[in-house]
């Protein structure tokens, strides 16, 4: 079946300008994550989402990152008057419920921002 | 804070040698654990996971992984290397409760020799 799909692959825009990144989970996964990767790095955890809440967005950096899931399937990262510090892969995951004792995380195959 | 240690950043080895990754968390509850590879030019696949019962783990391609509790460690292994296992691998820690997020080591890269 279809695993994790994002949005677009590749986005290259200036410092200050405002990006979407896309993320389409597994049908019928519940939980969705948001990850960041920096080069050299393991991916950073962002925030969590179960169904259309925001469960856990201990990891966004600062106020200029914003994720939205309005129906509980598609989410949005949004970040905001971005800086080149911001350039990495930005991930996302999906698992059937999030917190079980076994649950599993699929990973999508990322979007690469590069801020210049 | 729960944090992920993988020892060896960059791995060389010939084919047919065996491989041992190295992997120690902090955590002093309950976790579950996973090791993760990316292939050059593909996204993250899940290798092998533990979630409770029998220490040593089974996971694709012939990779195994033993989970130590005492040493807080769970180390990646293969008899036999190829070619094709070149790759990145990222051992990863979740608390065994509701808090979902993963901690990710910071990644050991494998190059084999053909």
């Known amino acids: 079946g279809a695993g994790v799909s994002q949005t677009p692959s590749n986005k290259v825009t200036e410092k200050g300008k405002y990006v979407e990144l896309r993320c389409d989970p597994i049908s019928g996964h519940t939980a969705l994550y948001w990850y960041r990767q920096s080069l050299g790095q393991g991916p950073e955890f962002l925030i969590y989402f179960q169904g259309t809440g925001a469960a856990d967005d201990s990891g966004l950096p600062n106020d200029r990152f914003f994720a939205v899931r309005p129906e509980g399937s598609v989410s949005t990262l949004k970040i905001q008057r971005t800086e080149r510090g911001d350039s990495a892969v930005y991930l996302c995951?999906?698992?059937?419920?999030?917190?079980?004792?076994?649950?599993?995380?699929?990973f999508g195959p990322g979007t690469r921002l590069l801020v210049l | 804070a729960q944090s992920v240690s993988q020892h060896n950043h960059h791995v060389i080895l010939s084919e047919a040698a065996s491989l041992e990754l190295g992997c120690n968390y902090s955590y002093g509850g309950t976790v579950n654990l996973f090791w993760y590879v990316q292939y050059p030019g593909q996204h993250l696949q899940l290798l092998l996971k533990?979630?409770?019962?029998?220490?040593l783990v089974k996971g694709i391609k012939g990779f195994e992984a033993e989970f130590i509790k005492s040493k807080f460690s769970f180390n990646l292994r293969k008899p036999s290397v190829q070619w094709s296992d070149t790759a990145e691998y990222f051992c990863?820690?979740?608390?065994?409760?509701?808090?979902?997020?993963?901690?990710f080591g910071s990644g050991t890269r494998l190059s084999i020799r053909p």
């Open positions: 533990y979630f409770s019962g029998d220490p």
């Open positions: 995951a999906s698992s059937l419920v999030a917190g079980a004792s076994q649950e599993t995380q699929y």
């Open positions: 990863a820690v979740k608390r065994y409760s509701s808090a979902s997020k993963i901690i």
